[in-house]
């Protein structure tokens, strides 16, 4: 359902987004989220998008920024002044009718 996009090698301070496009379009508004995981750590919530809302958790407000497309289909994942902190293996979240689907995830490695 769910293809991630956009990872790769960043180097510190720079800027990168990330995308997550839903295989089949749709025209409803689902809860969708970007989660990540650093080596050796749990998965963790980034930022979440629905209807009328979007939001960045606490640590990352500020530098990253969640935003969905005009049709509704890819949401994006805006990372500002990334850090080599930042690096994790970024997964894509949708909550579909009360199921969880996960992208497969794309990995982002900030280094010099």
């Known amino acids: 359902h769910l293809l991630e996009s956009g990872g790769g090698l960043v180097h510190p301070g720079e800027s990168h987004t990330l995308s997550c496009t839903m295989s089949?379009?749709?025209?409803?508004?689902?809860?969708m989220a970007w989660y990540r995981q650093p080596p050796g750590k749990q998965r963790e919530l980034v930022a979440e998008?629905?209807?009328?809302?979007?939001k960045v958790v606490d640590a990352l407000k500020g530098r990253f920024t969640i935003s969905r497309s005009s049709d509704k289909n890819t949401i994006y994942l805006k990372m500002n002044s990334l850090k080599p902190e930042d690096t994790a293996i970024y997964f894509c979240?949708?909550?579909?009718?009360?199921?969880?689907?996960w992208g497969q995830g794309t990995q982002v490695t900030v280094s010099s």
């Open positions: 089949s379009p749709v025209r409803t508004i689902w809860p």
């Open positions: 998008i629905r209807e009328d809302n979007a």
């Open positions: 979240y949708l909550n579909l009718l009360s199921t969880d689907y």
